[in-house]
């Protein structure tokens, strides 16, 4: 049982790293949180749109979809969108603090934590179910979070308007943009597509130490209730609610790995400058991503050690 808790010990003890260079970094006055914010927006703009279009330029769809799990996995984020769309405004008036806390709960950190948990608990390179699932998972929850956010900034905007805003994202563009390449096989030069990969590959990198630049304990402090309420939400009623229906509904096996990732997994990086980058508490979002990336280790060791001790997974 203990490959689960080191394989996810292993994703987390590199993230802790780098946030804890990007704290260094700012008390030693290296970088500033202000001079900060400026990077933030390029990694919204650039990094993360090219990470993304990586993601899904390099998924094999030649193997065919799990049209079973997508399904599920479709409804199930749905509801949770749904779900994170009404409930964190009851929270708290601030509409920055409530947009940061539903796009904490709605999205997850699924492709690091998908390769390195289903590779350690079924081999290396056996990561075929987390890869068809991303199809589904990656391009949704980017799409959940942009809306999400864009209601905080806007108010409630029209459906209209909040469309074309959602369409304007960068993570948007470049989802769609690798779905286009994609779909209609358009070669991606050499030197290009070297680019992308070295940008792409750089991201969560440069995220987690901008995370660390940015975290401040004096505002997890002050921001507690809303700190421990997303963390909830996100590390044990999403799971709680959508794991037993997953084992319900008859999944097992790598279909069942690929669910507990997309309900156990904390949010993700991403989370941290995207929410900077379109007004709300970067803050707050920084707090939730540390926060819920620590505990994982423990969750998904937790969840690991149950579904394997009932013969589940």
């Known amino acids: 049982m203990g490959e689960s808790f080191f394989a996810a010990l292993r994703v987390v003890c590199p993230m802790v790293i780098l946030m804890i260079v990007g704290w260094l970094c700012r008390t030693q006055g290296i970088i500033g949180r202000q001079e900060m914010k400026a990077y933030d927006r390029v990694i919204f703009k650039i990094f993360m749109p090219l990470l993304l279009f990586k993601n899904i330029y390099d998924m094999d769809f030649s193997q065919g979809l799990a049209y079973k799990e997508m399904i ?6 749905l509801v949770n969108f749904a779900f994170c769309m009404k409930f964190p405004p009851m929270l708290t008036n601030d509409p920055r603090k409530s947009s940061v806390i539903g796009q904490a709960v709605v999205r997850c950190n699924y492709v690091i934590f998908g390769v390195v948990v289903s ?37 409630h905007a029209s459906p209209g308007k909040l469309l074309v805003a959602v369409l304007k994202n960068p993570m948007i563009i470049g989802a769609i943009s690798a779905f286009i390449f994609k779909g209609f096989s358009i070669p991606i030069p050499a030197p ?82 995207m929410a900077v980058a379109m007004g709300a508490d970067g803050q707050l979002a920084g707090q939730l991503v540390c926060a819920t990336t620590i505990l994982s280790v423990i969750t998904i060791f937790l969840w690991t050690f149950a579904l394997k001790s009932f013969g589940l997974m």
């Not at 070297?194 to 402090?221: E, K, P, Q, Y």
Request: hydrophobic content about 60%; proline content about 4%; charged content about 10%.
């Open 192 to 273: 290009a597509w070297s680019a992308v990969r070295s940008i792409a590959n750089s991201t969560t990198t440069v995220s987690f130490i901008s995370l660390g630049v940015g975290l401040d304990m004096a505002d997890a402090i002050a921001d507690k209730r809303l700190l421990i309420w997303g963390v909830i939400l996100r590390m044990i009623a999403v799971p709680v609610v959508f794991m037993p229906l997953a084992v319900l509904a008859g999944f097992r096996g790598q279909s069942l790995c690929a669910m507990m990732v997309i309900f156990a997994a904390p949010s993700a990086v991403a989370s941290y400058p």
């Open 119 to 155: 590779e350690a608990l079924y081999g290396e390179g056996n990561i075929g179910m987390v890869v068809m699932m991303g199809v589904l998972v990656v391009p949704a929850i980017n799409i959940f979070s942009a809306i999400i956010l864009e209601e905080g900034r806007a108010g």
């Open 72 to 77: 599920f996995a479709a409804v199930c984020l």
